[in-house]
């Protein structure tokens, strides 16, 4: 795999909001505060942006997750549409009928 294609793979899980967010933090020259300002938000607001987008790169980027489906679930979890307990409860139902272990 040529690293264009590695790329493209993680480019294709963003949104078009998380690649404006992209855009705009590289513009800031990665600055929070200034992120925080333009976005009419707290720097902690704009820090755990960051750090979901970061998330979702690492799953994607991932060579223990698997299944499309776990993969799928993490960044659901990854975006904050679900809950760990969720995420949990919904990876052990489906290990278990797989018959494996989460």
Same mark, same amino acid.
């Given at each position: 795999?040529t &690293? !264009? #294609? !590695? /790329? $493209? !793979?993680?480019?294709?899980? %963003?949104?078009?909001? #998380? =690649?404006?967010? &992209? $855009?705009? =933090?590289? %513009? +800031?020259?990665?600055?929070? *505060?200034?992120? +925080? $300002? +333009? ?5 902690? /607001? &704009?820090?755990?942006?960051?750090d979901?987008?970061?998330? *979702?790169? *690492?799953? &994607?980027?991932?060579?223990?997750? @698997?299944?499309?489906f ?5 960044? *659901?979890y +990854?975006e ?5 307990? @969720? %995420?949990?409860?919904? %990876? /052990?139902?489906y290990f !278990? #009928? ?5």
């Amino acid at each position: 795999m040529t &690293v !264009q #294609d !590695q /790329t $493209k !793979q993680w480019m294709d899980h %963003l949104s078009e909001e #998380d =690649f404006a967010f &992209v $855009k705009r =933090f590289m %513009l +800031a020259s990665g600055s929070l *505060k200034a992120m +925080a $300002k +333009a976005y009419g938000v707290s720097y902690p /607001t &704009v820090r755990l942006r960051l750090d979901r987008l970061i998330d *979702k790169i *690492k799953i &994607v980027e991932s060579q223990e997750i @698997t299944t499309a489906f776990e993969r799928r679930l993490r960044l *659901k979890y +990854a975006e904050g549409r679900i809950d760990m307990n @969720t %995420l949990k409860e919904l %990876l /052990t139902a489906y290990f !278990q #009928d797989k018959g494996e272990e989460s």
